[in-house]
């Protein structure tokens, strides 16, 4: 049977636990490192899907100044923590969007689109097709940046990452759809993305990357 | 009937509504003879007339030609399908290529080649950059959307020799197969270009798609096959994974928006057959029964049906999706028809049908305790291009 389609994250008492321990993440920030070695020098119009309290977009920020910025997110508390952090960057936009539908079609385009621990809270169908949204959303030169949580290819595996996190199997994230490296990979290069590459990893994070050529 | 746009890359297409250059054509000309009728009697406006109106065929004749060439599939599937044989030494081509009217053309099918033997040329026998060109080919006949259905498909080998080697699925079959993602076969039918037919296919197990073109302008893609076993990847790092999930969901969907008499027509059997009908069938006639007619829908429901159309033809590039549509407006929406037999609840046995007078679309999932579906796209006239190309016989012979 289908993952029961199960995602806690609108609920505020949810979004509070995972920010209390968002920064107990092991080796959490090496990925976020890499990730923003792959955004272009130069980048202009970023896009951060699932941008939770804005730890990423911060982070993208200060590497690059002059980008401007759309913050998406469905979970209310979230948004306020989005709303709260950005209030006085003009050049972010905070979107209340719930990635489950089709992207809002007045986005505009991107020179980069990035992501972080939240596309595995969709159903497999729906990974699919987001990511064929995003390739029509980039800008030729525009690159996807994905840092999340895969799937481990044995049970064991996946205990052990639990394990790391000081986590029992029966405390695991409920909204979680873990998918494998490999097919996401497969995915992204069908799409049409090119420099497909699983460019980090430790245990079950993974930063998956994808370039729209000019 | 209205049924929700469907978007296929830079094409919104409404199904039931006539295509974009048609129904530009038809308007341009209604103006044409509003201009000529009003211009007739005078001779100064005559001759003004006759330069304006050669001005501005001219230009609807580059914008016609503009968007034809950007949304038309034969030039671009002719320029991939010669690029891929140009890469190929002497022995490969021999292997991917056979005359247009060679019988290899029509034999097809989507079971195992240990079970059904085929020609052409495997992906797994290329180079990479042999593959990159067999697969730009491939590209250029579906939709992002198909293209990543093809290319899962075949990955799904993987997973498929996974669960047969740990003794699950039909492991005894599965010893006899060899489950191997890049077993497809690529073949060249004819000489690629802009004149005369030609005709290209991709096919292995759950995969067949064969491609017809006529002087670089029609192009047909059926039979169209997608197949996916397992169905639903139920453990392992690719658990929840469903491949054919919208074929499946969208026809249950419209099953059960439907009231009891309409629930009545609809299921002709409480059993599922043990595949679809037709299975490979050279050629086919419309089944019976037909189930429910679109005739006998709310429009909502109409709206379902055809979004189960769609789940089928979006997987095809977008003059493609047109062309169908097109064409089975013309024969009448209200006239498909939509069957299911066996049960409704996901997991069990089930099969269904949508036929239209031209088309018939067959979905059956029943093997491997119903997790292992079939579904094909078949035209009772034009699989292969027959239509088409029977046209193209009356006027060479003219």
Same mark, same amino acid.
Request: with cysteine.
């Given at each position: 049977?289908?993952?029961?389609?199960?995602?806690?994250?609108?609920?505020?008492?949810?979004?509070?636990?995972?920010?209390? /321990?968002?920064?107990?993440?092991? #080796?959490?920030?090496?990925? $976020?490192?890499?990730?923003?070695? *792959?955004?272009?020098?130069?980048?202009?119009?970023?896009?951060?899907?699932?941008?939770?309290?804005?730890?990423?977009?911060?982070?993208?920020?200060?590497?690059?100044?002059?980008?401007?910025?759309?913050?998406?997110? *469905?979970?209310?508390?979230?948004?306020?923590?989005?709303?709260?952090?950005?209030?006085?960057?003009?050049?972010?936009?905070?979107?209340?969007?719930?990635?489950?539908?089709?992207?809002?079609?007045?986005?505009?385009? *991107?020179?980069?689109?990035?992501?972080? *621990?939240?596309?595995?809270?969709?159903? #497999?169908?729906? /990974?699919r097709?987001?990511?064929?949204?995003?390739?029509?959303?980039?800008?030729?030169?525009?690159?996807?940046?994905?840092?999340?949580?895969?799937?481990?290819p044995?049970?064991?595996? #996946? #205990? $052990?990452?639990?394990?790391?996190?000081?986590?029992?199997?029966?405390?695991?994230?409920?909204?979680?759809?873990?998918l494998d490296v490999e097919t996401q990979l497969q995915w992204l290069r069908a799409t049409g993305f090119d420099n497909v590459d699983c460019?980090? /990893?430790?245990? $079950?994070?993974?930063?998956?990357?994808g370039?729209?050529?000019? | 009937?209205?049924?929700?746009?469907?978007?296929?890359?830079?094409?919104?297409?409404?199904?039931?509504?006539?295509?974009?250059?048609? %129904?530009?054509?038809?308007?341009?000309?209604?103006?044409?003879?509003?201009?000529?009728?009003?211009?007739? +009697?005078?001779?100064?406006?005559?001759?003004?007339?006759?330069?304006?109106?050669?001005?501005?065929?001219?230009?609807?004749?580059?914008?016609?030609?503009?968007?034809?060439?950007?949304?038309?599939?034969?030039?671009?599937m002719?320029?991939a399908a010669s690029k891929f044989l140009a890469s190929l030494p002497p022995e490969q081509k021999a292997q991917a290529t056979f005359?247009?009217?060679?019988?290899e053309?029509?034999h097809w099918g989507f079971v195992p080649t240990e079970i059904f033997p085929r020609k052409g040329l495997t992906i797994g026998a290329m180079s990479e950059p042999q593959r990159k060109l067999a697969h730009d080919l491939l590209k250029t006949g579906l939709s992002q959307k198909g293209y990543l259905t093809a290319t899962s498909i075949m990955q799904l080998e993987d997973v498929l020799r996974v669960i047969e080697d740990a003794?699950?699925g039909d492991a005894?079959a599965g010893r006899r197969m060899e489950r191997n993602p890049v077993k497809y076969f690529v073949s060249v039918f004819? %000489?690629?270009?802009?004149?005369?037919?030609?005709g290209w296919r991709v096919e292995g197990h759950h995969v067949s798609l064969n491609f017809?073109?006529?002087?670089?302008?029609?192009?047909?893609? %059926?039979p169209q096959f997608f197949g996916s076993n397992p169905a639903?990847v139920?453990?392992g790092p690719k658990?929840?994974l469903?491949i054919l999930?919208?074929?499946?969901?969208?026809?249950?969907?419209?099953?059960?928006?439907?009231?009891?008499?309409?629930?009545?027509?609809?299921?002709?059997?409480?059993?599922?057959?043990?595949?679809?009908? @037709?299975?490979n069938?050279?050629?086919?006639?419309?089944?019976?029964?037909?189930?429910?007619?679109?005739?006998?829908?709310?429009?909502?429901?109409?709206?379902?049906?055809?979004?189960?159309?769609?789940?089928?033809?979006?997987a095809?590039?977008?003059?493609?999706?047109?062309?169908?549509? @097109?064409?089975?407006?013309?024969?009448?929406?209200?006239?498909?028809?939509?069957?299911?037999?066996?049960?409704?609840?996901?997991?069990? +046995?089930?099969?269904?049908?949508?036929?239209?007078?031209?088309?018939?679309?067959?979905?059956?999932?029943?093997?491997?305790?119903?997790?292992h579906i079939h579904s094909?796209?078949?035209?009772?006239?034009?699989?292969?291009?027959?239509?088409?190309?029977?046209?193209?016989?009356?006027?060479?012979?003219?």
């Open positions: 049977m289908d993952s029961p389609d199960v995602n806690l994250w609108q609920s505020p008492v949810h979004a509070i636990d995972y920010l209390c /321990k968002a920064d107990t993440i092991p #080796h959490r920030s090496e990925g $976020e490192d890499v990730l923003l070695e *792959f955004l272009p020098e130069t980048v202009g119009r970023v896009l951060d899907l699932g941008s939770g309290d804005g730890r990423l977009l911060a982070l993208a920020k200060l590497n690059r100044p002059n980008a401007t910025a759309v913050a998406l997110d *469905f979970s209310p508390t979230m948004i306020d923590r989005l709303r709260a952090r950005f209030a006085a960057d003009t050049s972010i936009e905070v979107v209340v969007h719930d990635l489950a539908h089709p992207l809002p079609q007045l986005l505009g385009r *991107f020179d980069a689109i990035i992501s972080s *621990f939240a596309i595995h809270h969709l159903p #497999h169908r729906r /990974k097709s987001l990511y064929g949204e995003l390739f029509e959303l980039l800008n030729a030169g525009g690159v996807f940046c994905n840092l999340e949580h895969v799937a481990s044995t049970i064991a595996l #996946h #205990h $052990e990452f639990l394990a790391a996190l000081s986590l029992a199997p029966d405390e695991e994230d409920p909204s979680n759809k873990l460019h980090w /990893k430790w245990r $079950e994070l993974a930063l998956l990357a370039d729209k050529l000019q | 009937v209205q049924a929700n746009p469907v978007r296929h890359g830079a094409v919104i297409i409404a199904p039931g509504a006539p295509v974009v250059v048609p %129904t530009l054509t038809h308007s341009l000309s209604e103006h044409f003879v509003q201009y000529c009728c009003f211009t007739r +009697k005078d001779p100064a406006m005559r001759t003004a007339r006759s330069f304006r109106i050669l001005a501005w065929l001219a230009c609807v004749g580059v914008w016609l030609g503009a968007v034809y060439a950007s949304e038309s599939s034969p030039a671009p002719a320029a005359p247009f009217d060679s019988g053309r029509e003794g699950g005894a004819g %000489t690629p270009g802009a004149h005369g037919a030609w017809t073109i006529v002087d670089g302008k029609l192009v047909t893609a %059926t639903e139920r453990d658990k929840g469903r999930a919208d074929e499946e969901d969208s026809a249950r969907t419209l099953l059960m928006a439907l009231n009891p008499t309409q629930r009545a027509k609809a299921v002709i059997n409480t059993t599922a057959p043990g595949d679809i009908v @037709t299975g069938k050279l050629t086919i006639d419309p089944l019976s029964p037909a189930g429910i007619s679109a005739a006998d829908l709310e429009a909502s429901q109409r709206d379902l049906l055809m979004k189960v159309i769609d789940a089928y033809a979006s095809m590039a977008p003059d493609i999706v047109a062309d169908r549509m @097109t064409k089975l407006r013309q024969a009448g929406i209200e006239r498909i028809g939509f069957a299911w037999a066996g049960e409704a609840e996901r997991g069990k +046995k089930h099969y269904y049908r949508v036929q239209g007078p031209t088309f018939l679309i067959e979905y059956d999932n029943t093997q491997n305790d119903a997790n094909v796209w078949r035209d009772f006239n034009g699989d292969f291009g027959r239509d088409v190309l029977r046209e193209h016989m009356k006027s060479v012979a003219h």
